[in-house]
């Protein structure tokens, strides 16, 4: 083996990692929304939790990348440290597909069947077909696929280069009598480990092992501690994305860390000490990529059996390795940019929190509304709060936002990031407005003033109306309903007729001295932030219509169905036009 040997293993290497990350990507993308939603139907169930973490991590082709993800929500608050236990054992299972892929590589036979599923004989169509969908197809769904087939083919590849730089170390002496020192399984352990913390890819770990077992030097008892080593090797990742994080969320780690080693000694005295028993004729046999793939599936699998029923003890180790200080106060994270690594999950949590922005913004301008038939501090005090917490929502949600948008993303992910930029700022100046009613009405109750009778009738009008728009756009937000959206365009113009009307009613007063200049004045703050409310509910409810259908001209929309041709606006607009009449 000489030089160039050991160069065209790196360069293999490289193609290995460089593939697997693209293909994990495209995976990403492609599942999008499916990863969003399998994360909210996250119960306490351990096998729920275990069949999610395997999910995601076949999805994604990454344990390390689910794990650093795992820390990023406990960071944030969103998940607590016990439901990361079961995920955490779930990706070790998951993560064992990639080794029964590359164990392909060693079918052997002479019928057209079995040669096509060496991936030698495969790929290379798996990669024409690739680049045909990424240089043809016009849908970003079908360019991610073709992504996918790429990075599958580019990583094969890399694969085929390592196995064809080490095939000359079966003839080598020294390469023999250097494997002799693997017969101690604690020198493997920590061979595996430091291996795969420095590569961080324990599937790029595991297919060099696989490579190096086609030169028949590798046997069972060499091959299963390193295996076992490899998985805590995969734990540096998790351990990197803990610096600088709550202690909850440093505990994700060690949980790994404290599963993949006990499982590991575990598994190793039981081996060997069944070894001692019985004497395994195969520990000393050759041994190949698929029987590496078959132990590699059977350590993760039978720790995760072993350990399965205590999950509440790793969480009590986790705990004892990283302990309370009673001086510290936890804090979270609003959003951890952990989750960037993710998107899907990332956009899944920002639209919590626009939802939740959401609801403050309703409550905030609903307890407004009230305050001019009741005023009350308490109300007040309410609505200051909320709206300093939409501020700060827009603001972190803002950035947030900015900066998952850079990321590379499913054309469904892109529509809901878009949606979200797009909305957040009007949630926040109906926060302002409600503040804007709460100085109206502070004003009225300094002043000791009221509004003459007609003009508090109508102004109830305007403010049921007011409170409808409000309740149908935060609901069709919630829920994404575009035929609740569609509701809002006609209610607003209706309001927009109220307040023409009410302007036009408060100058025939004043004519006739019902009312008076400073009351005029009052009156106008109070249609001026009515009606820009129910704008920024227009604005939402567009936004929500126009994302759906990938645009976004709001002129073109609100033309569209205002024209007089368009029978459910003007059906919509006479109801609520009857049902808002002034007397």
Known sequence: MTIFSV?????????????????SNGL?????????????????????????????????????????MLVGLVNSGIMQLPQTVGVIMGSNIGTTLTAWILSLAGVEGDSFFLKML???????????????????????????????????????????????????????????????????????VVVGAAFTGIIQSSAASVAILQSLSATGGITFGMAIPIIMGQNIGTCVTSLISSIGVTKNAKRVSVVHISFNVIGTVVLLILYYGLDAIFGFPFTDQPIDRLGIAVCHTIFNVFTTLVLLPMQKQLVKIAEFVIRDDPKDKESYTFLDERLLKTPSFAISECTNHTVGMCCIARDAILEAISLRENFDDKKVAFIREHENQLDLYEDKLGTFLVKLSRNDMSDEDSKKVSLLLHTIGDFERIGDHALNLVKSAMEMEEKQVQFSPAAQKEITVLAEALKEIVGITTRAFEQNDLELAGRVEPLEQVIDGLILDIKTNHIDRLQSGACTIELGFILSDLLTNYERVSDHCSNIAVALIEVAHSSFDTHEYLNAVKNMDNAVFQQRYEEYKNQYALN
């Open 7 to 23: 160069f065209t293993l790196l360069g293999g290497l490289a193609f290995f990692l460089y593939g697997m990350t693209v293909m």
């Open 28 to 68: 990403e993308k492609l599942a999008g929304g499916k990863l969003e939603r399998a994360l909210k139907q996250m119960t306490s169930s351990r096998w729920k939790s275990l069949g999610l973490g395997a999910g995601i991590t076949i999805a994604i082709q990454s344990s390390s990348a689910l794990t650093v």
């Open 118 to 188: 060496k991936p030698t004989s495969f790929s290379p169509l798996v990669a024409l077909l690739g680049i045909v969908l990424i240089m043809m197809a016009k849908s970003t769904k079908k360019k991610d696929i073709g992504s996918i087939c790429v990075g599958f083919a580019i990583l094969m590849y890399g694969m085929t280069l390592m196995s064809d730089a080490v095939s000359p170390l079966q003839d080598m002496p020294e390469f023999a009598s250097m494997l002799t020192a693997f017969q101690n399984p604690v020198l493997g």
